[in-house]
């Protein structure tokens, strides 16, 4: 692939899917990008990039599905999940009715570790959430990620990668040498191909949100819309949590740093910030 082809193919990536690709992309852009060319009957990469602004929609879904990064495990920098049992459930178990439903919403959910982290969290916590229904979902614009995500059936190195074995015991069975998760932990989540340069409103308003370890692939501008429009789906008192490298400063007003919590935000004057404090 020249020079040229190459910024057909990072060109589009960035307006499909907010993605930079710089040149130092090349190789992983070459490595992806083969089997799909093959598969769409075009000779060469160089061929389907300059092929790619008017191909079908099923080959540029393919060419976006490739150029993304699933790399995700489960408990993944484990911070964020102590985060969701000792701070973020307890303040929304102690600020809703007995009656109210918390949702909660994995942006960038991959193959599904990360939902399926938190739903293990939230039957661990049956007690402090005393009744009150919780719904997740895990979106993501990869379509191959999210079918695994709703398989839920992962290999011994997929399980041995953060998930504690009291866990691996309580929520997943053995399928040759791969595990299966529980149709009850299985069933809690909900996932939906969404893409976040585009609309988010069909997801609803959300109580936290976790969009963890894809701001790192867009630029300043992406960033921007992405948090802005994050912002305008989370309730009030609600909480937003961050990748360990990702974060806020210069990006958006629209949330605060909760106080001395690494990667934890809460939207700007709500207040919930405050009561943390308190
Ligand atoms: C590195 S994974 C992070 C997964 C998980 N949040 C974690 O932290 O382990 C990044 C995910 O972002 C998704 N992604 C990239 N661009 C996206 C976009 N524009 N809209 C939605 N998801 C996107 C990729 O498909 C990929 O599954």
Known sequence: MNDAE??????FAL???????????????ESRLGSIAGKHGFETIAALAR?????????QRDVVDALTTNETFFFR???PFTLFEEVILPALAARRPADSRLRIWCAAASTGQEP??????VLKHRRLL???????????????ALERAREGLYSQFEVQRGLPVQMLMDHFTQEGTSWRISKEVRDMVRFAELNLMGPMSQVGPQD???????????????????????GGLLRQDGFLVLGAAETMIGHTEKFVRADGQRG?????????????RA
Not at 6 to 11: A, P, V, W
Not at 51 to 59: D, F, M, Q, R, T
Not at 264 to 276: D, F, K, S, T, V
């Open 116 to 121: 399926y982290s938190l739903a293990m969290l």
């Open 264 to 276: 934890l935000y809460c939207p700007a004057g709500g207040g919930a910030a405050e009561r943390l």
């Open 208 to 230: 936290v949100i976790y969009c963890r370890n894809v701001l790192i692939y867009f630029n300043n501008e992406t960033k921007r819309k992405v948090l802005d429009g994050l």
């Open 130 to 144: 005393a009744g009150r229904k919780v719904e997740i979902v895990g979106t993501d614009i990869s379509p191959s």
């Open 6 to 11: 190459m910024k057909l193919i990072s060109d």
């Open 51 to 59: 092929g790619l602004a008017v191909a079908p929609l099923s080959v």
């Open 15 to 29: 307006k499909q899917s907010g993605i930079v690709l710089n040149e130092s992309k090349a190789y992983l852009i």
């Open 77 to 79: 920098d484990k911070t």
